[in-house]
């Protein structure tokens, strides 16, 4: 098998065995990033040359017995707006085109320590709104499985570079399905940890009460290994949870007998595609053989999730994305003659198209005499879910959903319409509402041939029950046995 | 609830964005339609529930109060599109 085709812990395996060096993966990815890029344009900023270096110098402190930790050389993704100190962290958007953090997010730092290897900042959706990619500045990612198809959004860059075999594994956004919508889209695994088990110090806020970082990955072993290192506590996120640090990898058991699923029938209603909706069950019919004990029952949330969700979400944006001035770190207008002119010539030609749509829906929702109707309403819709979720759980280990109601759109089929491409994230919002974890795995292709993923959302910080679950189906299941990318162009 | 170009106009303001003329037509669209859709919040059987703010517990974090050198001043001011003496630099305010 090529290199880059290998899962980590394959390629862990081999380094362990000497079958393969850090320089040769290195080198493998290198020469993917070079063949591939062109055609998936997954990357804002690639690091090959510097990632080269970087192997070279880490074998040399491995030789001297200066690094020991298993991981040390395994090549990784990260999106862009995530803080990489000395490195461009753009958001996709003309406002950080040219910032430079001067400091690293949390989860650059726990990365660091592991020693694993940049090999650049993927593209997504500008400031992480959209769920197609489609909203860079820069450039719109295609979906490996069909270049004429959206990655889905907003951590398209990152799905796809795992997809296209560019990375081994990638770190994502989630605030309302940004991980696991473009990991079901392009067939990989995508983990939106609870929130608060992940540091956000040095994620550049969308909304700061539903954003968590979590793993894009080629299988559900990696997912458990990338959330081993970037999961915990952390003091300069106030919203951190201080709980005990867990082996998320000794969850995968492999054994689900006697678990608990519920599967919501209102999940599989209306717009909910055919073929993504019998896939899903028939995936839940093979728990049922290994087993689980599944039961159907009602969970009537996604439409409030997802009204909720774009009031809270856009009022928080509108708050967060304040701090982009002219001032400090950002783009400045060259037209800008006052300081108030430098406020607002700065931002209206910064910001993309979405970006102020959503500014503006958050502004509106926030102000005088609509406060009540919308954001305190949508607050307590928020109570609600939480509730509705609750209820669930007093019955069920997990829940199964899709986790989007279609497989990978064409690039433009929605781009025109805003309230279309936002019933995109119908499956995915609610969990963020909640504050719970989810994972996405693929468990089938539709008659295109395009991945379908399932959603499996758990309890508020038990990640093992869902990653034990999705480990458990995915030996079933053997999606990357039978399935691969194949950069084809349907349209 | 119905969106008018005067509160389009009023909430571009607040939030530091002038509009084009395109911009306006199509965000006064594009507002209605997600409202209309926001609505069934409006109308969501929630009277007798409190507001969710976070998606966990609602606690103060504290931390001592200490200024704390930040090494990479260089890096921080890199970014800025207009500098003197190490300072941001901005048009004159103060006539």
Known sequence: MNTTELTVHELVEKLENNELTIKDITKAYVDRIAEKEPEVEAFATTLTSEAVEQAKSIQTKIDNGEITNKLAGIPIGIKDNICTKGIKTTCSSKMLENFVSPYDATVMEKINEENLINLGKLNMDEFAMGSSTENSAFKTTKNPWDLSKVPGGSSGGSAAAVAANMVPWALGSDTGGSIRQPASLCGVVGLKPTYGLVSRYGLVAFASSLDQIGPITKDVTDSAMLLNIIAGHDEKDTTSANISKKDYVKALMGNVKGLKIGVPKEFFGEGINEEVKKSILETVEKYKELGAEVEEFSLDIAKYSLAAYYIIACAEASSNLGRFDGIRYTYRSPNAKTLEEIFKKSRSEGFGAEVKRRIILGTYVLSAGYYDAYYKKAQKVRTMVMDEFNKGFEKYDLIITPTSPVTAFGIGEKSNNPLEMYLADICTVSINVAGLPAISIPCGVDSKGLPIGMQIIGKKFNEETILNAAYSIEKEIKFREKYKPEFIRES | ?95
């Open chain 2, 1 to 95: 609830m119905k969106v008018s170009k005067e509160e389009l106009l009023h909430i571009a303001d607040l939030a530091d964005l002038n509009l084009d003329d395109s911009e306006i037509d199509n965000y006064l669209d594009n507002l209605q339609d997600i409202l209309d859709f926001a609505d069934i919040v409006c109308n969501a059987p929630v009277e007798d529930l409190d507001i969710t703010i976070g998606a966990n517990e609602a606690k103060n974090v504290f931390r001592k109060d200490e200024v704390k050198e930040f090494d990479n001043i260089e890096g921080l001011l890199q970014n800025a599109p207009s500098l003197e003496l190490n300072m941001f630099k901005i048009p004159k305010v103060v006539q």
